[in-house]
């Protein structure tokens, strides 16, 4: 290492003639795509989780399969009929109307069975509860 006056010369020419690091482009992230079937299942999901706990279903399945949090909840008021499905006439979308379509009663058959479900449980805890 110099000593003196030059040693500051050299060391603000070093600093001068670095290169910064530039940082790396990121890939914009490609949309996921769920099949019927796989929606079906987080929907099924959402809707144990949430008859089960009495919340959380969206967060705990966003965790669990790695779906957005706002598809979630579009594909759970679709399937439930409270919002329009797709639109006729777009591709394949078209042809998957009809499918949440026949899902809508099942799901409802299942939502049925499984309040009763619960009626019984309760039933049962307060009877156990009374031993």
Request: glycine fraction near 10%; charge should be positive.
């Amino acid at each position: 290492m110099a000593h003196g006056p030059n040693r500051y010369i050299n060391m603000a020419a070093k600093t001068k003639t670095a290169k910064k690091a530039t940082p790396k482009r990121t890939q914009k992230k490609k949309a996921k795509r769920y099949s019927d079937g796989k929606k079906a299942k987080i929907i099924a999901f959402v809707n144990q989780v949430n008859s089960s706990k009495g919340r959380g279903g969206v967060t705990a399945a966003v965790k669990k399969f790695g779906a957005s949090p706002l598809s979630i909840s579009n594909w759970i008021k679709g399937a439930s009929g409270s919002k329009p499905g797709p639109k006729k006439g777009k591709g394949k979308t078209a042809k998957s109307g009809g499918v949440w379509e026949k899902l809508v009663a099942p799901r409802a058959e299942i939502d049925h069975f499984e309040k009763g479900l619960e009626i019984r449980r309760e039933k049962f805890n307060k009877l156990k509860k009374s031993l």
